[in-house]
């Protein structure tokens, strides 16, 4: 009876242990674990292939598979600006094995600006990739010679001047409308197909301005007025910025890694190393050069800082133009 009772025992013990050990491997993996990464990576990139923001993931993919020894897949999902990428990654399984290459006019403006279903509160930054100046171009044949002489003839010819920018409510959008505020101009919005449509319409005549990020418009046959960064671009030295012809203006693109909030502390830690590898890689840091975007690392700390500070200023400046949704 007491053998029984003793095997009775033991068996119960034996089953605790195993329950107990299928337990701990299940929180493990839920919670990334030493086993993390078990599986291919979802890299959602919110526009077409070949943009300037899906030849940056790509670059980043490459070098995060062998850092991380699992399939980094690009996903893109185009449209609406980039918001309609950023709406399908908040709806994705926090379990870091999602992610986004976030903008800053999809994530800081699109959410004021428009309605979408989605914040920047609802992903975690993992770090800031590369900055992009913005660029202010018209025609090659056209008449203006200056930033200034571009502002003169507007406020001559109120309503006359037609602009493109990538999308309505992006960030080239919401920069010119605030510019044509801060210098009581009334300018018309020509939405752009993505920045090489943008770029399209203006050599082709079919708008005045374009307002854009470098890669679409580095080496094009047109006249680059102005850079909005506070100092000139490395890509094009050549154009003077805003600043320099006495306008307020100091303000760029980003792009970003993120995942959806409530990923486990450490698997954004790991993602954040690899993005911090990868960034500091030659290789990597020369196909983003050579994409004329300036790598321009942040750790998620700093990142997050730099979005919310961002966020609530294009916050008020969309409410002060009246693109608010």
């Known amino acids: 009876m007491k053998l029984s009772r003793w095997l009775t025992f033991c068996g119960l013990g034996i089953m605790l242990l195993v ?45 995060a598979e062998e850092e991380l020894g699992q399939p980094v897949v690009v996903n893109n999902k185009p449209g609406g600006g980039g918001s309609i990428g950023h709406a399908e990654a908040s709806k994705q399984k926090a379990d870091g094995y999602n992610m986004l290459t976030g903008s800053s006019g999809a994530m800081t403006i699109k959410p004021y600006a428009g309605d979408v279903p989605y914040s920047y509160e609802d992903f975690t930054p993992v770090g800031q990739m590369v900055e992009v100046p913005i660029v202010i171009a018209v025609n090659e044949s056209s008449e203006f010679e200056s930033l200034n ?3 003169k003839h507007a406020k001559e010819n109120p309503g006359e001047v037609t602009y493109s920018t990538p999308a309505a409510g992006s960030s080239q959008h919401v920069l010119m409308e605030h510019f044509a505020s801060q210098n009581d101009l009334e300018l018309k919005h020509v939405p752009g197909e993505g920045g090489n449509g943008a770029v399209s319409s203006v050599m082709g005549g079919h708008v005045d301005v374009v307002a854009v990020g470098a890669p679409p418009i580095a080496g094009k046959d047109v006249k680059k007025l102005a850079v909005t960064t506070e100092e000139r671009s490395e890509f094009m030295p050549e154009v003077p910025t805003f600043k320099e012809q006495d306008f307020e203006i100091d303000s760029s693109l980003w792009f970003g890694l993120f995942v959806p909030s409530g990923t486990p502390e450490d698997i954004v830690a790991q993602l954040e190393e690899s993005l911090k590898k990868a960034s500091e890689d030659s290789d990597v840091k020369e196909e983003w050069k050579n994409l004329n975007l300036s790598p321009a690392y942040l750790n998620s700390e700093d990142f997050q800082k730099k979005i919310e500070n961002i966020a609530n200023e294009n916050k008020q400046i969309v409410k002060e133009i009246g693109l608010t949704k």
């Not at 493990?28 to 086993?35: I, K, M, R, T, W």
Request: hydrophobic share 35%.
């Open 149 to 151: 002489a571009l502002v």
């Open 19 to 63: 329950a107990a050990g299928c337990s701990g491997e299940t929180s493990s993996e839920s919670a990334g674990g030493s086993n993390y990464p078990n599986k291919s990576i979802n890299l959602i990139v919110p526009f077409p292939s070949g943009d300037g923001t899906d030849l940056v993931s790509r670059a980043f993919a490459k070098y």
